[in-house]
């Protein structure tokens, strides 16, 4: 039997306790109502994109032809051809507002997204070598792009580490970092031949155009260890975002759990990058998004992942509609949408007079 009653609830919180099997926890309504919403509108984008093109299919007819049910040839259409695109996106949607979630919490950071501390550009410098210069070792570009984020996640760590690090120092020499892969992203694209610039290039700006099932099957994979992994260590976020001192006493192994929150969203970054290319500003505006809808003090992983999603599926929807007769990377649209929000942390950021 509940027990909750005996716990007084506070505004917007429903504490629980169950004797059997003996859980507790609270329950915050708004948080389930914003992820229930933001699965709803996700699911409803994802639809949508996979309508759209030279063959028109209603809505109607996309839900039955995900059920494997339907018109031949529409099923052929929705599932083969424009499913990997719009699973793609949902998924590196997922992967980049996680990310950018656990970065946020892990610094207490607003911008301590993996895009502004280096990660993605890292990645896309190992994945631009890979193909211009063809030191890829057999390698595909989910490989190369996690060895490039480790890579630089290792070297900003170490680097801001010396003598204590804040979260402003680790964005700092992040971004120092990160103007460092750009540099060497830009000698191997004007060192490349033609048509293997054109295609790092193309992959660079953020892409969506022409994803297949075997980059689906990759990335799915790779989330289905990740994702769980960062849900399972949403305690030691809630302890780090009371500072470190705090969290030791709470019993928080402080340098274990940084570490481990680290790796999981280089992982994460690093395999949606792979995918899908650097697309920006996802990791960064999506979990400040999903904060200010759910109302929490550090951004909730689930919403941040579906807000992700639901940004990269509607960008993706821009890009495609936008221009007549031409499709957009959606990298470039996020970017629109992005550089606001960076510009509102940022003036929000001075006002405050943080240092992290």
């Known amino acids: 039997m509940s027990s909750a009653s005996r716990i007084p609830a506070s505004a917007g919180r429903l504490p ?3 004797a059997a099997p003996p859980v507790s926890g609270i329950l915050r309504p708004r948080l389930i109502a914003v992820c229930a919403g933001l699965a709803v509108a996700v699911f409803l984008l994802f639809c949508w994109g996979v309508s759209i093109g030279d063959y028109h299919v209603g809505l109607t007819s996309v839900v039955k032809a995900l059920a494997g049910s339907g018109d031949p040839g529409t099923v052929l259409v929705v599932r083969e051809l424009r499913l990997p695109r719009a699973l793609t ?8 507002g996680i990310s950018g979630a656990l970065y946020q919490t892990m610094t207490r950071n607003p911008l301590a997204s993996p895009d502004m501390i280096g990660l993605t550009e890292g990645a896309g410098t190992a994945v631009v070598a890979g193909i211009v210069l063809g030191w890829d070792g057999g390698l595909g570009t989910q490989a190369l792009g996690l060895s490039g984020a480790l890579a630089t996640a290792v070297l900003v760590y170490l680097l801001a580490m010396k003598n204590g690090a804040t979260g402003y120092r680790i964005i700092l020499v992040g971004i120092g970092v990160s103007w460092m892969c750009t540099s060497a992203t830009d000698y ?12 790092a290039l193309g992959w660079l700006v953020g892409n969506l155009n022409g994803r297949t099932w075997g980059q689906v099957s990759m990335l799915a994979t790779a989330m289905a260890v990740l994702v769980p992994l960062a ?3 949403s305690r030691w976020m809630r302890t780090l975002q009371l500072g470190d001192d705090v969290a030791a006493g709470l019993g928080t192994p402080v340098r274990s759990a940084r570490l481990a929150l680290m790796l999981v969203g ?14 920006a500003f996802v990791a960064l505006a999506a979990p400040q998004i999903a904060q200010r809808l759910a ?7 689930v919403a941040s992942g579906l807000t992700g999603a639901l940004v990269v599926l509607g960008s ?19 970017g629109v949408i992005g550089a606001p929000v960076l510009l509102w942390l940022l003036i929000r950021a001075n006002r405050a007079g943080s240092g992290g």
């Open 89 to 96: 996106g949902l998924l590196v949607g997922i992967a980049f």
């Open 188 to 199: 191997l694209l004007a060192r490349g031949q033609r048509f293997e610039a054109q295609a």
């Open 16 to 18: 629980f306790r169950l």
């Open 295 to 301: 109302g929490t003090a550090y951004p909730p992983l």
């Open 231 to 233: 849900l399972g260590m």
């Open 316 to 334: 993706d929807l821009i890009a495609r509609e936008a221009i007549p007769g031409t499709e957009l990377p959606v990298g470039i649209v996020t």
């Open 266 to 279: 280089v992982a994460l970054i690093a395999f949606g990058t792979a995918a899908a290319g650097p697309v």
